[in-house]
């Protein structure tokens, strides 16, 4: 079983937009991470935000955390053409990580 | 410094078969995660190692097995191959979470298909 949801399932944007994907997951965690994956290949960690933070920054990248919520969003800021990917949030519980079936992003020139 | 490496890339069996897919670990790192990913669906856990011991486990049947060497490499092992079995199997490796460690680095994956 899964344990995040992500939405949208899919996400089609041009080139400079922002696009937004959010997780909402159901058991308590310690941390959330971010993970992008290109065409079936490794993924490969993009951020994590621990449960006591409410928003993190890294580069293009904007994360948010509400743990009442049980819920995180990822706003990906002036996209590129090379952003497009599936992008995956991971709960992490003391070593036990889930995934969520993931946000399938596009971005057009 | 040679990230998380997986062997073989792509494999090819036939249902009832066994598997062993191999993980050599980022250099330095001591945790061992492996994955299945179905097409088009997320990476599922299968199980954890960590100092040659399965620490922690996902929905799996006993039919995942899996090893962890003296120098931190993984085995995983599949048993009576079904067609279900089908996937890519990632394996990533971390620094043991209990030290505040959490990012996982993943390997490019076996494709493994079941016919």
């Known amino acids: 079983s899964q344990q995040g949801e992500e939405d949208p399932q899919a996400l089609s944007i041009q080139e400079g937009e922002n696009a937004t994907m959010n997780c909402s997951y159901k058991?308590?965690?310690?941390?959330l991470q971010w993970y992008r994956q290109n065409s079936g290949r490794g993924l490969v960690h993009l951020i994590l935000?621990?449960?006591?933070?409410r928003e993190k920054h890294s580069g293009r990248l904007r994360v948010t955390l509400d743990t009442s919520k049980k819920s995180s969003s990822l706003l990906i800021t002036a996209s590129r053409a090379a952003d497009t990917a599936s992008y995956f949030c991971?709960?992490?519980?003391?070593?036990?990580?889930?995934f969520g079936a993931g946000t399938q992003v596009v971005v057009t020139p | 410094d040679a990230g998380v490496t997986q062997s073989p890339t792509h494999l090819i069996k036939t249902r009832g078969q066994q598997v062993t897919l191999r993980c050599s670990p980022k250099?330095?790192?001591?945790?061992v995660s492996w994955y299945q990913q179905a097409l088009g669906q997320g990476p599922q856990f299968i199980f954890q190692?960590?100092?040659?011991?399965?620490?922690q486990r996902g929905n799996f049947p006993d039919r995942f097995s899996g090893h962890q060497f003296p120098n931190y490499s993984s085995e995983l092992n599949v048993n009576a191959l079904l067609l279900g079995d089908s996937a890519l199997y990632l394996c990533?490796?971390?620094?043991?979470?209990?030290?505040?460690?959490?990012?996982?680095?993943f390997g490019p994956g076996t494709r493994l298909t079941v016919l």
């Open positions: 990533a490796s971390s620094l043991d979470f209990q030290r505040g460690y959490n990012e996982q680095f």
């Open positions: 058991t308590s965690i310690n941390n």
């Open positions: 935000i621990r449960s006591n933070e």
């Open positions: 991971a709960t992490d519980s003391w070593g036990k990580f889930q």
């Open positions: 250099s330095g790192h001591d945790t």
């Open positions: 190692y960590y100092e040659e011991e399965e620490r």
